[in-house]
């Protein structure tokens, strides 16, 4: 099973951006949609963005479409999450989830207002 590591989280201004990652190993990334959730407290738990096998399609929630930006890079097994115009109700912890079944532990986000 394909091991997650996020990484990029931290402490930013309204209106900041962010670039989360997410590397995977130990399994077959790419043949998996992947995708970022995200857990603020007493909220429960959120899809924010997914993407195919190969990149050519993507989601995202109505609350961060515009804003995020979700890519892949399978030749180097990562998984990114571009965070711009942040809003202090996206503060959370962001997790990194395959298709297959596999978590990460997540990278906290946080924006002050």
């Known amino acids: 099973q394909v091991q997650l590591v996020e990484s990029g989280g931290g402490l930013v201004q309204a209106g900041g951006s962010l670039r989360l990652s997410c590397a995977a190993s130990?399994?077959?990334?790419?043949?998996?949609?992947m995708g970022w959730f995200r857990r603020a407290p007493g909220k429960e738990r959120e899809l924010v963005a997914t993407?195919?096998?190969?990149?050519?399609?993507?989601d995202y929630a109505d609350s961060v479409k515009g804003r995020f930006t979700i890519s892949r890079d399978n030749a180097k097994a990562l998984v990114y999450l571009q965070m711009n115009s942040l809003r202090p109700e996206d503060t959370a912890v962001y997790l990194c989830?395959?298709?297959?079944?596999?978590w990460g532990q997540g990278t906290q986000v946080t924006v002050s207002s």
């Open positions: 989830h395959s298709a297959g079944g596999s």
């Open positions: 130990g399994g077959t990334f790419s043949r998996y949609f």
């Open positions: 993407i195919s096998w190969n990149g050519d399609y993507s």
